[in-house]
């Protein structure tokens, strides 16, 4: 008969063994989030805007300061703007329409 006998493992250090499991728990939650697509954020709510027609002597600084809020810096505003219209201070010109953010 060949009966072999099992070896039996103690834990030395109760601190480690939990660090070691919680850390093994945490990488197996983060690869399982990542693998099934559960990392990716989408936004719940659409950006609304508000559309503005140009007219002689407008400048985005002037329509930035009107259309922001009170905390909102206004070259961060005329950014926004810019970046939203893919237009640069130098290309507005009467008669055109642009996007400004309601949460601006």
């Known amino acids: ?3 072999k006998k099992r070896k039996r493992y103690r834990v ?4 480690r063994f939990i660090t070691s ?3 093994m728990l945490i990488l197996a939650t983060a ?3 990542f ?6 954020s989408t936004a ?3 950006p609304q805007y508000t559309n503005v027609q140009i007219t002689y002597g407008d400048t985005l600084w002037a329509l930035a300061s009107e259309y922001k809020s009170n905390d909102t810096d206004i070259r ?7 970046r939203i219209n893919d237009i640069d201070a130098s290309q507005l010109e009467p008669g ?3 996007k400004i953010p309601e949460n601006l």
């Open 96 to 98: 055109m329409t642009i």
């Open 76 to 82: 961060r505003a005329v950014f926004e703007i810019c």
């Open 44 to 46: 719940l709510t659409k």
């Open 35 to 40: 693998i099934t697509g559960f990392h990716v």
């Open 21 to 23: 499991i919680v850390i």
């Open 1 to 3: 008969m060949n009966t």
């Open 31 to 33: 690869a399982f989030n």
């Open 12 to 15: 030395t250090s109760k601190f």
